[in-house]
């Protein structure tokens, strides 16, 4: 019977590096990889036998919430971080989570932090008629929270919860059994609202040119979003991309990496998100120009970098919060509803759509989802939208006038 402790990447062995990986941090040991199944489970028996002689009482039994998040050793950021590395978990899904357990921890309940209780205390009464009615009632302009903020909420906390149980910090899950309930408002709201908003090309125009066009070292905000538009790629492929990605002579762009703000490592979401995207014209004597302003740089130096010397800050973070910040103003200043930085990507799905109406393999592709499902769940209305435009102009031509 194979051990379910020990995990099998594909990335790492694609990486050439040791691809079975057994995580003893939990249990005071180390992140440790092997060649074979065989050596990481021998490693992970013989670790067993040591700690069964003489197991002592976890030392995160009396942790409070705050602990178990931030502890520097054995903590679950510590645990969760290599994750990403090694492919294991996104790592956007990663930070979303991350910033929902900070506001949890920073939420006041009676008065007091929820991060300064401790974790042997919670129990199910306390999530139900306390944390949550008060996590509600704390929103922004005194409104309550939606359901959608509440339930990434309870996720992060189911999160820590289950990490609590890996290093026997509890015994058990206290939130088992909870269940949030939408009012009939919310869900009469999400019945209509479609998961994304379709904007106007009107409106994409007006929040371009409000964007600044000349910055220090060339990399104009508007030549930024345009790419943007033009190719649909995620922010972390956008920085990503170097030269040696872009072939002037063929007007193409090779998405093959990704800069990740975590993991500090250069790789694209999935397998198949490693695409070719052609470019217009104007868009390659655009970036021509942005080559001969930046002094001719080198195939390893990024396209569209955070400092003169063609490199990009490993805080990807704060770089993303400065693209949004450009967004934000340029919104204000186009007096328009705002808009994120990867509702650029949306605009450019809607694009496809409409220029491969039935075909949603081809525009999977160009996207860079690794199923046609993904595609389907993310934008499941806008093609219904298209293709019941198809169907409407075929029964037009079959309609007999007189």
Known sequence: ???KNIKFHKSRQDQKRKPWVIDLRPKGGKLMSFDSYDLANKHYHRYED??????????SFDWTFDTLFNNESNGYKVYEEPRIADGEILEDTYLKKVAD?????????????????????????YIKLKLFPALKADGVKGKDRSHKTLKSYKTGLNSLLNFAILIECITINPQVGFKLFKNKKEEYDAHLKPKHQKIAPNIIKKIVDQLPAHRPFGTSMQLIANFALQTGIRAGEHRGLTWKNVDFKNKVVHIVTALHRVSKEKRTKTDQSVRSMPLSTDMINSLKELWLQQG????????FPKNEKGSITLNIEE?????????????RDAKVDKIKW????????????QTYPGDIWKVTRKLGH??????QETYGHWIQDEEQKLKDQEDMENVKWY
């Open 1 to 3: 019977m194979k051990n």
């Open 50 to 59: 040591k700690i069964e002689q003489d197991k002592p009482l976890a030392k």
């Open 101 to 125: 357990i900070k506001c949890l921890l920073n939420a006041k309940v009676e008065g007091v932090r929820f991060g300064s209780l401790k974790v042997k205390d919670l129990n199910l009464g």
């Open 296 to 303: 001719k740089p080198g195939e390893t130096n990024f396209v």
């Open 319 to 331: 770089d993303m919060y400065s693209w949004n910040g450009f967004l934000n103003r340029a919104c």
């Open 342 to 353: 990867h509702d650029l990507r949306h605009f450019f799905a809607s694009k496809m759509l």
């Open 370 to 375: 690794s199923t046609i499902k993904i595609t």
